[in-house]
């Protein structure tokens, strides 16, 4: 997408911090002296020339504005390393947030964007609905019967929510696409593939489902080569500048985020002016949930406990909660307990 296109979006994205674009450098005023010979005015222009020289390297750098953002303040991060939205770039890049201070890496195969990215003694507990994807049996299982349970209550399948997503995001085909809760990457892979967007990243807060997500891409030789990023990150506090994303798509994920209201206001934040948001999940008291205590049953016996306390929503909640968030042109589609749902950030 047209760098000017993003500027004028960013421009007009009213909510939050906007998408900082390159500063040019200030003006640089010399005093010159009349006589065209004179030393001081030689040294004068060369300085003049080399602070412009130096001026269009530094926005040349700066062309791509770096769409990943400090956690702690929002800030934009400083890239040390190749640019680009793809695997081996941000590997071998350094990331740091020049208001804080604070640095990140990619060594784990992610970019780990979270708050508590480095910590030494602090660690946190999310809700069991966000922890229970951090263990790697079930990291390993989602994508192996796990996912495909779902149909019970009505989920289309893999392909038609993809087809679908992919309906819903028609206007914004070229952008950057955001997979939130991507899990193994199984729609993060199908959008990368397709084509219609300039990068793709696929988050999880589970370092699990990323690196079955990595294992996955690295089956696939032509994913390696395309611009898709893995991101460690919370979604209630999500690592980008606002209004500096085309497309989230969150497939049956709302019911696990321990604050949707948060989550759905942080898509709402890093959105661009006509972004567009697309989910899916499971409506309240649906019949064949995948959840229920009965179709726990088999999996309590390989994994342990598991915790069924998920948010369900009404169809009624969910348009609420888009609306509230200052999403506009809601619409649906419902299959039983199945919703997909979408929303606009408004222009
Ligand atoms: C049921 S899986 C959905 C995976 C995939 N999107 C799909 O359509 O099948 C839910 C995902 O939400 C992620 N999740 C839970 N809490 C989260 C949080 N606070 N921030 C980001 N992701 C979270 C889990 O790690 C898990 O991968």
Known sequence: MELAVRAAAAASCSSGTSLQLPRAHAPVRFRLHRHRHHPARRVAVAAAIAVEQESKVQQSNNSETEVFACPVCYEPLIRKGPSGINLPAIYRSGFKCSKCNKSFTSKDIFLDLTVTSGTKEYSELKPARTELFRSPLVSFLYERGWRQNFNR???????????????????????????????????????????????????????????????????????????????????????????????????????????????????????????????????????????????????????????????????????????????????????????????????
């Open 153 to 347: 209550s009505g989920f289309p399948g893999l392909d038609e929510e993809f087809q679908m997503a992919q309906d819903y995001f028609q206007s914004v085909t070229g952008g950057v696409l955001l997979d939130v809760s991507c899990g193994s990457g199984l729609f993060t892979r199908k959008f990368a593939k397709s084509g219609s967007y300039s990068a793709v990243i696929a988050l999880d807060f589970s370092e699990n489902m990323l690196r079955q997500c990595y294992e996955f891409i690295q089956q696939d030789d032509t994913l390696l080569n395309t611009n898709l990023a893995l991101v460690r990150a919370d979604i209630s506090r999500l690592p980008f500048a606002s209004c500096s994303i085309d497309a989230i798509h969150a497939g049956a994920a709302i019911h696990c985020w321990p604050s949707p209201s948060n989550a759905v206001a942080e898509i709402s934040r890093v959105l661009r002016p006509g972004g567009v948001f697309v989910a899916t999940t499971f409506l309240s008291s649906p019949r064949n949930n995948p959840f229920s205590v009965e179709a726990l049953r088999p999996l309590r016996q390989v994994v342990g406990p598991v915790n069924t306390s998920y948010n369900y929503f009404t169809e009624g909640e969910l348009e609420d909660l888009c609306k509230s968030c200052g999403l506009v042109n809601y619409s649906s589609k419902v299959q039983r307990a199945f919703i997909m749902f979408s929303g606009q950030k408004p222009y």
